[in-house]
């Protein structure tokens, strides 16, 4: 649905019909969506994490854009595990539907982790932004151990 | 890469060592995450169209949220149009690389329409919140038409 989804926003631009059923998303699009959120939030944090382990130069003003990246994109998968996709292709392991509660708790942690990223990182403190990119990355080792396939 | 450059997080996590090469995003990596981006876009510009047509009914909080979104998602998909992506199997057109500046040019259009429409939805007129977001409909329908393989 994410063409169609797109198309909206150009149909009501051309002024075409359109016959969306949005409270419908079909679950092969939202596990599309949930994996395109991982997908960003891998591209953002990758390079964090490795700045933290010194691997690449410390560069202030990426970990900022990143993390502000990052604080957004944690909001954005989690509408997609719906329990309508459990049939579907993908990483997602029974835990998430069958301990919701743990999973809403490693969703929740990965929110304020990210976001006290995003505060820490507009400060000069580059210990205590690592320190906080290392906290980050356990919040997304934390919940794939669980609730992800090992591949 | 992208589930590699998650890894790092969780490597820095783990205390595990780790081999990336930030610098050279591979080719079907970059496709990858600004296909995401424009997944994700897809995602919440969606119902935006479908408010603005009258087919959903309105509903501020969403508007204002999916706004904010993509205001932000607005700024993630470029970087991944690098040239060394041409030959990657995707829906991006010549144009993307042989018009270069007019290619700027639409993003430019897309994240200042996006942006507006995330100041005018956090105010109360509906009207023009509508009229916004048709602009922003307007600015992705103008991009593809340059710059994406019709499907």
């Known amino acids: 649905m994410d063409r169609r989804l797109l198309s909206a926003g150009i149909a009501l631009a051309l002024g075409a019909g359109c016959t969306l059923a949005f409270a419908q998303a079909k679950p092969e699009v939202l596990v599309k969506q949930r994996q395109a959120a991982m997908t960003l939030q891998g591209k953002y944090v990758g390079p964090l994490g490795a700045m933290a382990q010194g691997k690449i130069p410390y560069n202030a003003e990426v970990v ?8 957004v994109l ?26 919701p509660a743990k999973f809403k708790e490693a969703q929740d942690r990965l929110q304020s982790e ?29 919940c794939h151990e669980t609730f992800r396939e090992k591949r």
């Open 64 to 71: 900022a854009r990143n993390a502000a990246f990052l604080e």
């Open 74 to 99: 944690s909001k954005m998968p989690w509408d997609g595990f719906s329990p309508d996709t459990k049939g579907e292709k993908s990483a997602a392991l029974p835990a998430v539907w069958n301990e």
């Open 114 to 142: 990210a976001a006290k990223l995003a505060q820490v990182s507009k400060g000069g403190d580059e210990a205590a932004v690592k320190a906080q990119i290392g906290a980050v990355g356990k919040a997304c080792g934390g």
